[in-house]
C-alpha cells in the first residue's frame, strides 16, 4: 500500500503566520489524487483539498495545495486562530486509500 | 445540509461482535459511495471499508477483510459496519465518510462525529 509521511509532526506558529505542511508518498499517486483534512477535537474531520490542489466547498482561499504525484504541501498563508488543529493527508489514487500521520499546528 | 450520525459503539470482548449503523440526511444517499475509517488514539485515520451507491461493490481493509462486513439499507438511508472476531488492535473511533462519486473514489467530502469502539477484556 502506499504510504504517506507528514512533516513536520508539530508546528509551532502564532496568528498571522504561514504555516507550510509536507506530505511525502512512497510511490507515485494516480492522476494526483491526494487530499487534505482538518481535523479538530469534538468535531467531525474536514475536507480541504483535493486532487493535491482544488479547494472543497465553503474553504478560505487562505488554504491552498501544491505539489507532485509523489509530494505535496498545504499552506496556509495566514493562520486564524480557528485553523489551530491537526491536519491529514489521504491518498485516494491508488488501492486502498491511505492516510498520513498528521501534522499537529499548535499556537507558540 | 448533509449529516452523518453513527452509533452502536461500545466496550466488547476479544472474539466479540458489534454492529455500528451510520444515518445520513440531507443528500440523496443511494447516488454516493460511503466508507467506514477509524482512527485508533495517537494514529492517523486508517480506511476500513467502502460500498457503492447501490450496495453492490464492497471493498474492505486487509486488516478487517473476513472478519467485517459493510452494508447499507438506501430505503433507510443508512450504513451499517458489521464487525465479528473483533481484536484489542480494532479499538478506535469508527467514522462513516460519504464519498464524492457512486463507485470508487475514496475521497471523503463528509465525516461523522465518529462513535467509540473499545475491545478490551
Known amino acids: 500500500e502506499t504510504v504517506l509521511k507528514q512533516s513536520p509532526d508539530t508546528l509551532s506558529l502564532s496568528p498571522g503566520e504561514r504555516a507550510t505542511l509536507s506530505c511525502r508518498a512512497s510511490e507515485s499517486v494516480r492522476s494526483r489524487y491526494l487530499a487534505w483534512y482538518q481535523d479538530k477535537p469534538g468535531q467531525a474531520p474536514r475536507l480541504l483539498i483535493y486532487g493535491a490542489s482544488s479547494r472543497a466547498t465553503g474553504i478560505p482561499d487562505r488554504f491552498s495545495g501544491g505539489g507532485s504525484e509523489t509530494d505535496v504541501t498545504l499552506t496556509i498563508s495566514r493562520l486564524e486562530p480557528e485553523d489551530f488543529a491537526v491536519y491529514y493527508c489521504q491518498q485516494y489514487g491508488n488501492s486502498p486509500p491511505t492516510f498520513g500521520g498528521g501534522t499537529r499546528v499548535e499556537i507558540k | 445540509e448533509v449529516h452523518l450520525s453513527e452509533s452502536g459503539g461500545g466496550f466488547v470482548q476479544p472474539g466479540g461482535s458489534l454492529r455500528l449503523s451510520c444515518a445520513a440526511s440531507?443528500?440523496?444517499?443511494?447516488?454516493?459511495?460511503m466508507s467506514w475509517v477509524r482512527q485508533s488514539p495517537g494514529k492517523g485515520p486508517e480506511w476500513v471499508a467502502g460500498i457503492d451507491g447501490g450496495g453492490d461493490n464492497t471493498y474492505y481493509a486487509d486488516s478487517v477483510r473476513g472478519r467485517f462486513t459493510i452494508s447499507r439499507d438506501n430505503s433507510k438511508n443508512t450504513l451499517f459496519l458489521q464487525m465479528s472476531s473483533l481484536r484489542a488492535e480494532d479499538t478506535a473511533v469508527y467514522y462513516c465518510?460519504?464519498?464524492?462519486?457512486?463507485?470508487?473514489?475514496?475521497?471523503?467530502?463528509?465525516w461523522g462525529q465518529g462513535v467509540l469502539v473499545i475491545v478490551s477484556t
Open positions: 465518510a460519504k464519498e464524492v462519486e457512486y463507485i470508487g473514489s475514496p475521497l471523503f467530502e463528509y
Open positions: 440531507g443528500f440523496n444517499f443511494n447516488l454516493y459511495g
